[in-house]
C-alpha cells in the first residue's frame, strides 16, 4: 500500500530482477512549474532585479613572498628572544648576542653611524610594507568592463600586446610591428613596406581602435602609432 504524494510526484514501475524478486518504488518528484510574466517577474520568485554594473578595478595581490618573508623575519626574531628570556628565568646566564647588543644600545650615541643606517633601513622596510598594503598589485593585469553582477576578469598586458600585435600585422602594408601595452597608453611601432606612411597609419589607428574596443578594457589606454618606412 502507498501513499499519494501529490500531482508532483511520479511513479517509477519497479525494474525486473533476474530472480524475480519485486523492489521497492522509487518516487521522483518534479520541481514545480514556473511561468514567466510580461512584466519579466516569475510567479514563484517574483520580479527579477538587474544589478548595476560596479566599478572595475584591479584583483587584490595576495603578497604571499613580503607576508612570508614579514612573518618569517618576525617569528625569528621574537623566538630567539623568548627562548633567551626562558632561559634567563631558569636562572641561566643571557646569551651573549643579547648582553652585547644591550652594551652597545646603551653606550652609542643616536648620531652614530650604525644607529642611523638601522634606523633608516627600518624605515624603509616599514614603507615597502605600508605600500604593499595599501596598492593592490598585480600591475601587469589590465581589468574588463564589469558587467551586472559580481564577475571580475583581468587580462595581461602581455596577451593583449599579442592580440594588438596581430590585427597591426593585417594593415596592407606593414611588415613588422611591435606593441607595448601600459595602464594608460597603448605604444605601437610599425615598419611600412608599401603604400604611404600617412594610408597606413590611419588604417593602424582604425584596426587599433577597433581591436582595442573588443578587448572591453574598463579603462582604455590612448593610443600611440609610429610609422616608418622599412630600408632595403
Given at each position: 500500500m502507498t501513499r499519494d504524494q501529490g500531482p508532483s510526484a511520479e511513479r517509477e514501475p519497479p525494474p525486473?530482477?533476474?530472480?524475480?524478486?519485486?523492489?521497492?518504488?522509487?518516487?521522483?518528484?518534479?520541481?514545480?512549474?514556473?511561468?514567466?510574466?510580461?512584466?519579466?517577474?516569475?510567479?514563484?520568485?517574483?520580479?527579477r532585479?538587474?544589478?548595476?554594473?560596479?566599478?572595475?578595478?584591479r584583483p587584490w595581490s595576495p603578497r604571499r613572498i613580503p607576508a612570508a618573508l614579514t612573518a618569517?623575519?618576525?617569528?625569528?626574531?621574537?623566538?630567539?628572544?623568548?627562548?633567551?628570556?626562558?632561559?634567563?628565568?631558569?636562572?641561566?646566564?643571557?646569551?651573549?648576542?643579547?648582553?652585547?647588543?644591550?652594551?652597545?644600545?646603551?653606550?652609542?650615541?643616536?648620531?652614530?653611524?650604525?644607529?642611523?643606517?638601522?634606523?633608516?633601513?627600518?624605515?624603509l622596510a616599514g614603507l615597502w610594507l605600508i605600500i604593499l598594503a595599501l596598492t593592490p598589485g598585480l600591475r601587469r593585469q589590465?581589468?574588463?568592463?564589469?558587467?551586472?553582477?559580481?564577475?571580475?576578469?583581468?587580462?595581461?598586458?602581455?596577451?593583449?600586446?599579442?592580440?594588438?600585435?596581430?590585427?597591426?600585422?593585417?594593415?596592407?602594408?606593414?611588415?613588422?610591428?611591435r606593441v607595448r601595452v601600459g595602464r594608460h597608453r597603448i605604444r605601437t611601432r610599425a615598419e611600412v613596406r608599401f603604400r604611404t606612411e600617412a594610408e597606413v597609419r590611419a588604417d593602424l589607428l582604425d584596426t587599433l581602435r577597433e581591436q582595442r574596443d573588443r578587448l572591453a578594457l574598463a579603462r582604455p589606454p590612448r593610443l600611440t602609432v609610429r610609422v616608418r618606412t622599412r630600408r632595403k
Open positions: 525486473a530482477t533476474d530472480e524475480g524478486v519485486p523492489t521497492a518504488d522509487l518516487l521522483v518528484e518534479q520541481p514545480p512549474a514556473t511561468t514567466r510574466r510580461e512584466d519579466g517577474s516569475s510567479a514563484a520568485g517574483g520580479p532585479r538587474s544589478e548595476p554594473p560596479g566599478p572595475s578595478r618569517l623575519v618576525i617569528a625569528a626574531a621574537a623566538g630567539t628572544l623568548l627562548f633567551d628570556v626562558v632561559r634567563v628565568r631558569a636562572g641561566r646566564s643571557a646569551a651573549a648576542w643579547r648582553t652585547r647588543l644591550a652594551d652597545e644600545l646603551a653606550a652609542r650615541p643616536l648620531d652614530d653611524v650604525w644607529i642611523r643606517t638601522g634606523a633608516v633601513v627600518l624605515t589590465l581589468p574588463l568592463k564589469k558587467p551586472a553582477g559580481q564577475v571580475q576578469a583581468v587580462v595581461d598586458r602581455r596577451a593583449a600586446a599579442l592580440m594588438l600585435r596581430d590585427a597591426a600585422m593585417r594593415v596592407p602594408g606593414v611588415s613588422a610591428a
